[in-house]
């Protein structure tokens, strides 16, 4: 599973505490599979099954506080709240295999969703404690993920009828710290854990549900090319099986 996603993000300033932010994300997917019909020896009709999906994403809004003005050696405090609209194409709208390739393999999805179906509200706090020439900081936030009624056959022929989906909530923590090597460049260390709670479909809970961990040990450098602008880089190492094994985000801000 390949992601590769191009944002262009703006932030404005409204007060000295108060910031606002816009992001607009368009994705490429793409996806392969390996498939084989029940029962049969390996190899056996084994096929490789690709699929790809682009286009517009979700796109988000946040606003940002400073809760406190410190002293001495106190740390920021900072509120956020985030909108996560659901402008992307959802996974209930994608084509799925139809004819005898779904009888033989099942419900498979010929394109992949650019959004997560699904409008969300994240809160948070973060902290701060700037320690001359290292930072120290660490967030927690919580994400409700607000219900919706498909009402509508998801998966082809093979599908079956999806009514109301109510996404699990989830909880998640960062910690780390960062540290300037000269006045052009720093890097940081980091970790980040999420905890994903279960779907319910028509206000129940289903056997199959399950919870979700993420968990990724984080890597960034940061170097300023001039007075208004910087390059950075940051890699995410995935420690759990439902992380992707490997995020990399490069990000060029520009002062204006």
Avoid: C
């Avoid at 590769?4 to 996806?31: H, K």
């Avoid at 049969?40 to 096929?47: C, F, H, Y």
């Avoid at 979700?212 to 950075?232: D, E, P």
């Amino acid at each position: 599973r390949s992601t590769w996603i191009a944002t262009l993000g703006g932030r404005y300033g409204l007060t000295p505490r108060l910031e606002l932010e816009a992001r607009v994300p368009y994705l490429y997917r793409s996806d392969d599979t390996l498939s084989r019909p029940i029962n049969l020896t390996p190899s056996a009709l084994d096929r490789v099954f690709g699929a790809e999906g682009h286009g517009l994403g979700d796109i988000e809004f946040a606003a940002r506080y400073q809760l406190n003005i410190p002293k001495g050696d106190d740390p920021f405090y900072v509120a956020g709240l985030r909108l996560k609209t659901r402008t992307g194409k959802d996974p209930f709208e994608v084509e799925y295999a139809t004819g005898s390739t779904a009888t033989t393999y099942g419900s498979l999805q010929t394109e992949l969703p650019t959004g997560s179906g699904f409008y969300s509200l994240q809160a948070s706090l973060s902290a701060v404690l700037p320690t001359d020439p290292a930072v120290f900081f660490g967030g927690i936030n919580y994400l409700f993920n607000m219900k919706r009624d498909v009402n509508q056959q998801v998966g082809g022929a093979t599908g079956t009828f999806v009514g109301e989906v109510d996404p699990g909530d989830s909880v998640g923590i960062n910690l780390g710290m960062g540290l300037s090597l000269n006045e052009k460049s720093a890097f940081s260390l980091g970790y980040e854990h999420t905890w994903i709670g279960k779907t319910k479909n028509d206000g129940v809970t289903p056997p199959t549900a399950v919870s979700t961990q993420l968990a990724s040990w984080l890597l960034g450098y940061s170097y300023r090319l001039n007075k208004t602008t910087n390059l950075n880089v940051s890699i995410a190492a995935g420690l759990t099986n439902d992380t992707p094994d490997t995020q990399i985000t490069v990000r060029v801000p520009i002062r204006f």
